[in-house]
């Protein structure tokens, strides 16, 4: 009698609380697929990739984008249609380009009053046109349109290119539109895979992919509906990062669930206790681990840029479902399928391997076998020389960040793929002054306007500048450039500038508004290059000599100004997400030294992940520089994920060292955790790579970094450098809380084999 209440775990719940409540809740996240699934491919109409929308109000270029509104008639982007000639084009043959002009003007989308073009090059072997496009909400459509009409109208002997704000920004979008199906599947099959190798089931991989999937389409429903009512901002890149976030939380969380679940079944007969047994000991740690993520996220929203500020809460949310999934969903069809989950190798009560002292073992590596008990041993054995070890293996990582290139890079950068627009963007540079598709735009004070047009030209790298005269594309130069060859439309033309480079006022007055002008200046620097830039900070101090409220902004502000609040948000968020976490730890471990000791271990593994990516992107990717907030996402999810895994293994540590000690409690509390939280941090790994089939720079490697952090936190930190570090600190690791002071309830035998003072740190 004894023994069959022993195998069933005593008394369970009711049969009907025992069916009703797991199908309750299997058709409650039915529903919520149901509905959510639909809306993934909604997500990009509620998205935009406008780097200006990001920007803080107070921004330079953030005003000037105002005031430019104030100015133009409609909210057109302007694309730039640049045709190259294989041979010199004489002035007999413009007539050709002015028809194309034609053709271009009455392309779908296009605000046709006011294209400009053809304009020849200096070289007289290359001619552009700048083409408003009408409806940014068309973009992608109107942008293949017009390189379809031009590919088949140019003349004989030319290659064309769409470039410009508008042809990069098409690029992209394109680019970004694989985060939809490529990266969800990419990242799914890696999981499954893994998910395979690790249970060796048939069902367990599907019903951990149906807890991420689950969670993805009920988080998703919730962002689409904030995004549609202006609540969030969505962009590409917190789609894709979203996606993998999910997926990869949601199978950690799972997987330390199912870890607790297997192991209560070798105990326990009845499916019911084993499932409460398991969620007793992994609902803590679980919520804790999330709880922490969720936090470290929303520290974003303190961050300048809006796009930072709204992934915190996007982010954020599918963290949430991510634990009400694994908390939820998870357990309700584990409970429906059983045993029968974990087939083949079906876990039998009572087959739990016994607790056993051998000779040569240390205490808390009992019944332990294979990897994990010879890595304790280690620990065990060597303490000060492995965490030592990896300290410095860690150090000698974090060495290569001072090659991180991370001040930004230009747009035409960010895409990896092949791209018709980054192509048309070289060939404008060579044969006109390379600023010409991304002018700069300065607001100055009427009255003033001679003074800071005189000191816009003669700012070094500013080849032309004219005022705003309301006739010619919002952000094209006024006129052609200078020195072109005889035979171009004149400027009376319908699809010619209205007027001349200098800017004079003779033929038409620029446009005020409330006391203000607008000036268009062309560099010759490549828009968003570092040497761009340098003209705008030029700019910036010396065009307010002239008048104080000179304000200077376009595109090439934006990507500066981006940087730079960038580089504002990683010095008040990190310190921030610190703090927190700093905090969460001390109150879930209730010690102050572990949880201090845990985060320095964390930064160190972050520090490394950016030292041997900066190295690999400078030397082996050969990137162009990174992202300037690149360096904050790679230290908010690795930081915040890698204290998951400390977390996992210390609240077990914790639990153990209540019963047998602190040292013995550390090498079983590693023995206990490590195949399921380095199969963890393997699958986290897997998702984030995936990001790295979508062909932008920024998500490649943020990819890169989380991958490879990861997996050093989850193979050198969490395995030796906290266990070994723990091991060798002893009892007062958990200072100054009472299990610091107290000995262990159940002291056991010293080993022998460990020499006196392994033996008395065994025994502790």
């Known amino acids: 009698m004894k023994a069959a209440k022993h195998r069933s775990g005593g008394s369970v719940a009711p049969r009907w609380l025992r069916v ?38 107070n921004a330079e270029a953030t005003q000037v984008s105002e005031w430019q509104s104030e100015f133009r008639e409609s909210d057109s982007i302007p694309a730039i249609v640049v045709l190259e000639s294989e041979d010199p084009i004489s002035p007999q043959e413009l007539p050709q380009y002015a028809e194309l002009a034609d053709d271009i003007s009455g392309v779908d989308g296009v605000q046709s009053d006011i294209v400009a073009g053809p304009i020849p ?21 109107t942008v293949a349109a017009l390189t379809e009409v031009v590919a088949a109208n140019a003349p004989d002997g030319t290659t064309s290119y769409v470039t410009g704000p508008a042809g990069l920004t098409a690029d992209l979008a394109n680019a970004f539109g694989g985060i939809d199906g490529i990266l969800l599947g990419v990242a799914l099959a890696a999981v499954f895979i893994i998910l395979l190798v690790v249970y060796r089931a048939v069902l367990l991989p599907f019903l951990v992919l149906a807890t991420s999937v689950f969670a993805l389409c009920a988080s998703i429903l919730v962002i689409y509906l904030l995004a549609r009512e202006g609540v969030i901002s969505l962009s590409g890149q ?152 990896s300290l410095v293996l860690l150090i000698a990582a974090a060495a290569g960040v001072t090659q991180l290139q991370a001040a930004g890079v230009p747009q035409s950068d960010f895409i990896l793929a092949e791209s018709d627009a980054v192509k048309g963007q070289q060939v404008q540079a060579e044969h006109f002054d390379a600023g010409s598709g991304s002018p700069v735009i300065i607001i100055a004070g009427a009255d003033d306007r001679q003074e800071v047009l005189a000191e816009v030209k003669q700012t070094p790298g500013v080849t032309q500048a004219s005022f705003f005269t309301g006739s010619s594309p919002q952000n094209a ?18 699809n010619a500038p209205s007027g001349p480079p200098s800017g004079a006022e003779a033929q038409s007055a620029p446009v005020v508004r409330d006391g203000r002008v607008m000036i268009n200046a062309i560099t010759d620097k490549p828009a968003q290059s570092e040497a761009a830039e340098d ?88 990137f162009p520089g990174a992202d300037a907030s690149v360096p904050l996402f790679g230290f908010v999810f690795l930081v915040a994920l890698g204290v998951d895994y400390n977390i996992f293994l210390m609240t077990r ?112």
Request: aromatic fraction near 6%; charge should be positive.
């Open 535 to 622: 003209v705008i900070r030029e700019l910036r101090q010396i065009a307010p000599e002239a008048n104080p409220e000179v304000l200077v902004g376009g595109t090439t502000a934006v990507a500066l100004d981006t940087n730079v609040a960038a580089q504002s948000d990683l010095r008040t968020i990190i310190p921030l997400v610190l703090i927190v976490i700093l905090a969460i730890l001390m109150v879930l471990l209730r010690s102050v030294l572990a949880p201090v000791l845990l985060i320095a271990s964390v930064v160190l593994s972050y520090l490394s992940a950016l030292g041997v990516s900066a190295l690999v992107f400078n030397h082996v990717f050969d």
């Open 653 to 764: 540590v914790r639990e153990e060292s209540v019963e047998l000690g602190t040292r013995p409690g550390i090498l079983k509390g590693l023995v206990k955790t490590g195949g399921v939280i380095t199969s963890a941090g393997i699958v986290l790994a897997a998702t984030f790579a995936a990001l790295g089939v979508i062909p932008i720079l920024f998500l490649v490697q943020i990819a890169f970094i989380v991958s490879f952090g990861v997996l050093l936190d989850t193979v050198v930190v969490r395995s030796l450098l906290v266990p070994a570090l723990s091991y060798d600190i002893g009892p007062r690791i958990w200072w100054p809380g009472r299990l610091s002071k107290e000995p262990a309830r159940l002291p056991l035998e010293p080993d022998r084999s460990l020499g006196k003072a392994a033996s008395q740190r065994a025994s502790r």
């Open 477 to 494: 130069p006024s006129g052609p450039p200078s020195g072109q060859p005889s035979g171009q439309p004149s400027s009376a033309s319908p």
């Open 238 to 389: 917190s789609q894709g990062i979203l996606s993998i976030l999910v997926i990869g939380a949601a199978t950690d969380y799972s997987l330390l669930l199912v870890a607790r679940y297997r192991e209560s079944l070798l105990q326990y007969q009845s499916r019911w206790t084993a499932m409460v047994k398991a969620l007793r000991g992994s609902s803590a740690p679980i919520v804790a681990s999330g709880a922490t993520v969720i936090i470290a996220l929303l520290c974003l929203l303190f961050s300048q840029l809006k796009s930072n500020q709204s992934l915190g809460p996007i982010a954020a949310t599918g963290i949430v479902f991510s634990l009400l999934a694994a908390l939820t969903f998870l357990p309700a069809v584990l409970l429906a399928t059983g045993r029968l989950a974990f087939w083949p190798f079906r876990p039998r009560a009572g087959t739990a391997p016994a607790a056993e002292s051998a000779s040569g073992t240390a205490a808390g590596l009992e019944g332990a076998r294979g990897l994990w008990k010879r890595v304790g041993g280690l620990v065990a054995r060597r303490p000060r020389v492995t965490w030592i070890s």
């Open 20 to 57: 009703s409540l797991p199908a309750v809740l299997i058709i409650i996240w039915l529903v919520a697929a149901a509905v959510g699934g639909p809306t993934f491919g909604k997500l990009s109409s509620v998205s935009t990739n406008d780097q200006a929308a990001f920007l803080p109000a």
């Open 121 to 141: 090059s200096e070289d007289g072997v290359a001619v552009q046109y700048i083409v408003p496009i009408a409806d940014s909400e068309q973009l992608q459509e």
